[in-house]
Nanobody, 122 residues
Framework: QVQLVESGGGSVQAGGSLRLTCTAS?????MAWFRQGIENEREWVAS????????YVADSVKGRFTIGEDNMKNTIYLEMNSLKPEDTAMYYC??????????????????WGQGTQVTVSS
């Protein structure tokens, strides 16, 4: 089993920035961020392959969000800049022990955090 703990959510005005972090209880091959707004399905935001440092970011946030490995062990971050009201959502950290692809698919991840709320006001 892998436990994931997210932090860093909050409220910010449009154009502002937030940094989310997620710490896993053990090594995982891949970690990711998904988000779910009210009345929306949970959508993929970004993924990082741990150690290999390959990163992938959804087109909807490309150029504004950056995913990466934190200096702390088994920890990743999501740096969110130029935030928009449509970025408002619960952000979930996900992870898996499988090193395969399909990094955008929700079903690919077996471990999930409790989520951290991000609210962007106009």
């Amino acid at each position: 089993q892998v436990q994931l703990v997210e932090s860093g959510g909050g409220s910010v005005q449009a154009g502002g920035s937030l940094r989310l972090t997620c710490t896993a209880s053990r090594f995982t091959y891949i970690m990711a961020w998904f988000r779910q707004g009210i009345e929306n399905e949970r959508e993929w935001v970004a993924s990082v392959y741990i150690g290999g440092r390959s990163t992938y970011v959804a087109d909807s946030v490309k150029g504004r969000f950056t995913i990466g490995e934190d200096n702390m062990k088994n920890t990743i971050y999501l740096e969110m800049n130029s935030l928009k009201p449509e970025d408002t959502a619960m952000y979930y950290c996900a992870a898996d022990l499988d090193s395969g692809l399909r990094y955008t698919q929700r079903s690919r991840y077996n471990f999930w955090g409790q989520g951290t709320q991000v609210t962007v006001s106009s």
